[in-house]
T-cell receptor, first 117, second 111 residues
Framework: DTGVSQDPRHKITKRGQNVTFRCDPI?????LYWYRQTLGQGPEFLTY????????KSRLLSDRFSAERPKGSFSTLEIQRTEQGDSAMYLC???????????????FGEGSRLTVL | DQQVKQNSPSLSVQEGRISILNCDYT??????FLWYKKYPAEGPTFLIS?????DKNEDGRFTVFLNKSAKHLSLHIVPSQPGDSAVYFC??????????FGAGTILRVKS
């Protein structure tokens, strides 16, 4: 399967613990996005990378959230000191992007569902 | 602020009839619009897109219409099939940047 893969698919943690999600994009895609989705809402943008550079981060994103994309391949999203409000589906997507040009759709993974008790 | 709005949380349609899903946007910088479909426990999958230089794009049973003056777009599915039952998200971007999504509309196609 050459689509976007995310791991783990499900994570249950206690409040205050740290969690990390991993995303492996489609190999030739240079852009990688993280979105968060809660029940009844559409995906909400968190951050995105072009190659290894983090180009944009949502101003709504708490300092407890950090994302990396070393070497411009896979990415990790870490949430420190989790809170119950962090419970959501965390979606990763990738695309072949060129600055200023609409080059097509994002390809999403199946998501990582986080439950904070 | 919700830049992309889908005001109908759900829609129910009889099999074989037309489904029309609507979307409004407020950011005049948006120049590319997309529709995604999402089944339970899966990530969203791309359905169809339209550039702001067009007012219509068709792909099989799916047609997207764009009315820039009204900042409105719609997705028409005809004929609707039970397998089309899913959540449909409208999304928009400006100059190749991140996609901004609406809250989604649940479509139920009854057989």
């Amino acid at each position: 399967d050459t689509g976007v893969s995310q791991d783990p698919r499900h994570k249950i943690t206690k409040r205050g613990q740290n969690v990390t999600f991993r995303c492996d994009p489609i190999s030739e895609h240079n852009r990688l996005y993280w979105y968060r989705q809660t029940l009844g809402q559409g995906p909400e943008f968190l951050t995105y990378f072009q190659n290894e550079a983090q180009l944009e981060k949502s101003r709504l994103l708490s300092d407890r959230f950090s994302a990396e994309r070393p070497k411009g391949s896979f990415s990790t999203l870490e949430i420190q000191r989790t809170e119950q409000g962090d419970s959501a589906m965390y979606l990763c997507a990738s695309s072949l992007g060129v600055s200023g040009v609409n080059t097509g759709e994002l390809f999403f993974g199946e998501g990582s569902r986080l439950t904070v008790l | 602020d919700q830049q992309v709005k889908q005001n109908s949380p759900s829609l129910s349609v009889q099999e074989g009839r037309i489904s029309i899903l609507n979307c409004d946007y407020t950011n005049s910088m948006f120049d590319y619009f997309l529709w995604y479909k999402k089944y339970p426990a899966e990530g969203p999958t791309f359905l169809i897109s339209i550039s702001s230089i067009k007012d219509k794009n068709e792909d099989g049973r799916f047609t997207v219409f764009l009315n820039k003056s009204a900042k409105h777009l719609s997705l028409h599915i005809v004929p609707s099939q039970p397998g089309d039952s899913a959540v449909y998200f409208c999304a928009a971007s400006a100059h190749g940047n991140k996609l901004v999504f609406g809250a989604g509309t649940i479509l139920r196609v009854k057989s």
